[in-house]
């Protein structure tokens, strides 16, 4: 027998409030009770007073176990009670593995058909009316549907799931189904899980679940090997040079031998044997030149053309950048001092050319492939280089206003807000002469004396800088800060230049990004697909500081630090490193077919009739003859007042 309206203890709670009512109202029934009699004559008053006592014991105890017993057969009703059959639904989560490991293959097919098939037979296992919720499991819980008494929209959002790019969270699964249950007012049925169970392995060794956990495992023993890290470099020294490291795991259970393979186009870069022991990984180093930007494709291949259970991490793709190459011309008639400063860099290709051969037309045209322009001394002709202008010891008439020229000048001052001046400590520069300059509201100074600033930067309409001093001369030759300067100054005006650029091929999900020591923390950016800025934690520790990010699907991801650009290419699936060992205790496989939902038989309009008579029963002998009496004793006392009485002698 079960109840369909209330629980037992429900039941039991309201029963006992009742009864004690009940009880209640009869130990507080007064002894002086008012009566109805035909004359008061012969009555003589009580020479002491009555006294009004409360009964300490009930004075009609079958009237009140009457009552008690029709109250309770009324509750009793109400509270809805089945003897027989199997009414009452449960709810029950149903797990569906949709994670990146889910698209293997075997001999049977993948792996998530053969899980979708175990979800169906679970679902005809379960009685019709017990409500089922279906959740995807990847690295995010995703129900699919509310815990839904229609098992065909539950089976068709069963056929629907995909494999996604990410590795099984099943302890964020089991935690998001025990919760849901526990949402829920009625009965809690079981969790099952349909899938592989491949986690990683430090949640495969804490992993607890529940004790009304049901596991469908679908055997995935198939041999796999693939990338596991894949990163790029551009070399520093020779712009069209690239450094690659790979690293290789195997899944399987036999060693492997793989040929790595880097193709652009139908040209192969490079090309690597390895032997990769099982359950292990084995890493290569790579160097090879790709002039141009293009696409990468890096595939590993069995070496004995042995088929692969899981072909997704065979092959990665990157598309690398192409090396920004700045345009400098410099105009000076002494070009040889100034060589080293701008011949030294590899990024940029420098012309030196006479102040003479200087062509005002080419140099206003805003398209020029010209970068930067230097003027060494030298005031062009109008109308001014529309590009990026680095003025040396400008004479009077340049843009920049000359308030004096001071002889043997010491540099004081580095202004550290400046990007000019990153880097830059020397102080005490003595300088034979050095030309100190006005500021307007648009300049900013990079280096002062004591009459001024003698280096200012302009960043509008185009950048430039004025240098009031000749930077190759006898006090500044043999300087350090000479190069640096310079160098600061092509990085502010042509940055991609200057840009560092790493690729790495990540696996779908959670990033984890060890951070350089000095790594200026409010100044990074993570930026995903159409720039888009995405969110990002920094963990202190005293190894170092790590930054972890969540990319949740394939894409591309930017990790900006200053000049260095990080791309994160997340193309490659991530898939756990273990399959889960279930305890013993773990109920497995599909549950016995469960028996014809039957109604069973209601006593309710048998308790409500027999709770009713009983009511009824009590008024009658109870109530009822008590106002019989009384109604008597009434009739009695009008015949009685016509009678003639004889006054006794």
Not at 47 to 61: A, C, I
Not at 137 to 156: G, S
Not at 218 to 235: F, P, Q
Not at 384 to 393: G, H, K, T
């Given at each position: 027998?079960?109840?369909?309206n209330?629980?037992?203890?429900?039941?039991?709670?309201?029963?006992?409030?009742?009864?004690?009512?009940?009880?209640a109202?009869?130990?507080f029934?007064?002894?002086?009770?008012?009566?109805?009699?035909?004359?008061?004559?012969?009555?003589?008053?009580s020479?002491?007073?009555?006294?009004?006592?409360?009964?300490?014991?009930?004075?009609?105890?079958w009237?009140?176990?009457?009552?008690?017993v029709?109250m309770?057969?009324?509750?009793?009703?109400?509270?809805?009670?089945?003897?027989?059959?199997?009414?009452?639904p449960?709810?029950?989560?149903?797990?569906?593995?949709?994670?990146?490991?889910?698209?293997a293959?075997?001999r049977?097919?993948?792996l998530?058909?053969?899980?979708?098939?175990?979800a169906?037979?679970?679902?005809?296992?379960?009685?019709?009316?017990?409500?089922v919720?279906?959740?995807r499991?990847?690295?995010?819980?995703?129900?699919?549907?509310?815990?839904?008494?229609?098992?065909?929209?539950?089976?068709?959002a069963?056929?629907?799931?995909?494999?996604?790019a990410s590795?099984?969270?099943?302890?964020?699964?089991?935690?998001?189904?025990?919760h849901?249950?526990?949402?829920?007012?009625?009965?809690?049925?079981?969790?099952?899980?349909a899938?592989?169970?491949?986690i990683?392995?430090?949640e495969a060794?804490?992993?607890?679940?529940?004790?009304?956990?049901?596991?469908?495992q679908?055997?995935?023993?198939?041999?796999?090997?693939?990338?596991?890290?894949?990163?790029?470099?551009?070399?520093i020294?020779?712009p069209?040079t690239?450094?690659?490291?790979?690293?290789?795991?195997?899944?399987?259970?036999?060693?492997?031998?793989?040929?790595?393979?880097?193709?652009?186009?139908?040209?192969?870069?490079a090309?690597?044997t390895?032997?990769?022991?099982p359950?292990?990984?084995?890493?290569?180093?790579?160097?090879?030149?790709?002039?141009?930007?293009?696409?990468?494709?890096?595939?590993?291949?069995?070496?004995?053309?042995?088929?692969?259970?899981?072909?997704?991490?065979?092959?990665?793709?990157?598309?690398?950048?192409?090396?920004?190459?700045?345009?400098?011309?410099v105009y000076?008639?002494?070009?040889?001092s100034?060589?080293?400063?701008?011949?030294?860099h590899?990024?940029?290709?420098t012309?030196?050319?006479?102040?003479?051969?200087?062509?005002?037309?080419?140099?206003?045209?805003?398209a020029?492939?010209?970068s930067?322009?230097?003027?060494?001394r030298?005031?062009?002709?109008?109308p001014?280089?529309?590009?990026?202008?680095?003025?040396?010891?400008p004479?009077?008439?340049?843009?920049?206003?000359?308030?004096?020229?001071?002889?043997?000048?010491?540099?004081?001052?580095?202004?550290?807000?400046?990007?000019?001046?990153?880097?830059?400590n020397?102080?005490?520069?003595?300088?034979?002469?050095?030309?100190?300059?006005?500021?307007?509201?648009?300049?900013?100074?990079?280096?002062?004396t004591?009459?001024?600033?003698?280096?200012?930067?302009?960043?509008?309409?185009?950048?430039?800088?004025?240098?009031?001093?000749?930077?190759?001369?006898?006090?500044?030759?043999?300087?350090?800060?000479?190069?640096?300067?310079?160098?600061?100054?092509l990085r502010?005006?042509?940055?991609?230049t200057?840009r560092?650029?790493d690729?790495?091929?990540?696996?779908?999900?959670?990033?984890?990004?060890?951070?350089?020591?000095?790594?200026?923390?409010?100044?990074?950016?993570?930026?995903?697909?159409?720039?888009?800025?995405l969110?990002?934690?920094?963990?202190?520790?005293?190894?170092?500081?790590t930054?972890?990010?969540?990319?949740?699907?394939?894409?591309?991801?930017?990790?900006?630090?200053?000049?260095?650009?990080?791309?994160?290419?997340?193309?490659?699936?991530d898939?756990?490193?273990a399959?889960?060992?279930?305890?013993?205790?773990?109920a497995?496989?599909?549950p016995?077919?469960s028996a014809?939902?039957?109604?069973?038989?209601?006593?309710?309009p048998?308790?409500?009739?027999l709770?009713?008579l009983?009511?009824?029963?009590?008024?009658?002998?109870?109530?009822?003859?008590?106002?019989?009496?009384?109604?008597?004793?009434?009739?009695?006392?009008r015949?009685?007042d016509?009678?003639?009485?004889?006054?006794?002698?």
């Open positions: 027998m079960n109840f369909l209330l629980g037992l203890g429900e039941f039991l709670a309201m029963a006992g409030v009742i009864s004690a009512g009940l009880v109202l009869y130990l029934d007064r002894t002086r009770r008012r009566r109805v009699v035909a004359t008061l004559r012969f009555w003589t008053p020479e002491t007073s009555s006294q009004w006592k409360r009964s300490r014991k009930v004075q009609q105890p009237s009140l176990l009457l009552q008690i029709s309770l057969l009324l509750l009793l009703a109400i509270a809805g009670p089945r003897f027989g059959g199997n009414f009452s449960r709810n029950h989560v149903l797990i569906l593995d949709t994670s990146a490991w889910m698209g293959r075997t049977q097919g993948i998530l058909d053969q899980a979708k098939s175990a169906l037979s679970y679902l005809d296992r379960l009685p019709s009316s017990d409500p919720m279906l959740v499991a990847d690295a995010l819980t995703t129900p699919i549907t509310a815990f839904e008494p229609r098992h065909q929209i539950v089976a068709e069963i056929r629907q799931s995909h494999a996604s590795a099984l969270n099943l302890q964020q699964a089991l935690d998001f189904a025990s849901a249950q526990h949402l829920q007012s009625s009965r809690a049925g079981e969790i099952a899980f899938g592989a169970a491949r990683s392995k430090d060794e804490s992993l607890a679940p529940p004790t009304n956990f049901r596991l469908l679908i055997a995935a023993n198939g041999e796999n090997v693939g990338w596991k890290k894949l990163g790029l470099r551009r070399s020294t020779a069209d690239w450094e690659a490291f790979a690293a290789i795991k195997n899944d399987g259970s036999r060693p492997r031998d793989v040929s790595v393979e880097l193709i652009s186009g139908k040209t192969t870069l090309t690597k390895l032997t990769v022991a359950g292990a990984d084995s890493s290569a180093t790579f160097m090879f030149k790709l002039p141009a930007a293009g696409l990468l494709q890096a595939r590993v291949r069995s070496a004995d053309n042995r088929e692969d259970a899981f072909p997704q991490d065979d092959r990665v793709a990157l598309d690398l950048p192409a090396q920004t190459t700045a345009h400098v011309i000076s008639n002494d070009p040889e100034l060589r080293p400063l701008f011949a030294g590899p990024q940029f290709e012309s030196f050319r006479p102040t003479a051969s200087y062509d005002p037309a080419a140099q206003a045209d805003p020029a492939q010209t930067i322009v230097v003027l060494d030298f005031i062009p002709s109008k001014f280089p529309q590009q990026n202008v680095l003025w040396i010891d004479p009077p008439g340049s843009p920049f206003a000359i308030h004096s020229t001071q002889a043997n000048a010491k540099l004081d001052r580095w202004h550290a807000d400046s990007p000019l001046a990153a880097g830059l020397t102080k005490d520069l003595q300088l034979a002469s050095a030309k100190v300059f006005e500021l307007t509201k648009d300049d900013q100074a990079v280096a002062e004591s009459s001024g600033p003698i280096v200012i930067a302009r960043a509008a309409p185009t950048k430039m800088v004025a240098l009031g001093f000749q930077p190759t001369g006898a006090s500044m030759k043999y300087q350090l800060a000479t190069p640096l300067l310079i160098a600061n100054i502010w005006m042509a940055p991609d200057f560092t650029w690729m790495q091929a990540a696996t779908v999900g959670a990033i984890s990004v060890p951070l350089a020591k000095g790594t200026d923390t409010a100044k990074l950016r993570v930026t995903g697909d159409r720039n888009r800025a969110p990002f934690t920094i963990q202190n520790s005293a190894e170092g500081d930054l972890h990010f969540f990319a949740g699907a394939p894409g591309t991801v930017h990790l900006l630090d200053g000049d260095r650009d990080t791309i994160y290419s997340v193309t490659l699936p898939i756990g490193e399959a889960w060992k279930a305890p013993a205790t773990v497995r496989g599909l016995r077919l014809p939902i039957t109604s069973g038989t209601n006593l309710w048998w308790l409500a009739v709770g009713g009983g009511l009824l029963l009590e008024w009658i002998l109870f109530g009822r003859g008590t106002q019989i009496s009384a109604a008597s004793l009434t009739t009695a006392a015949w009685a016509k009678i003639p009485w004889r006054k006794a002698s």
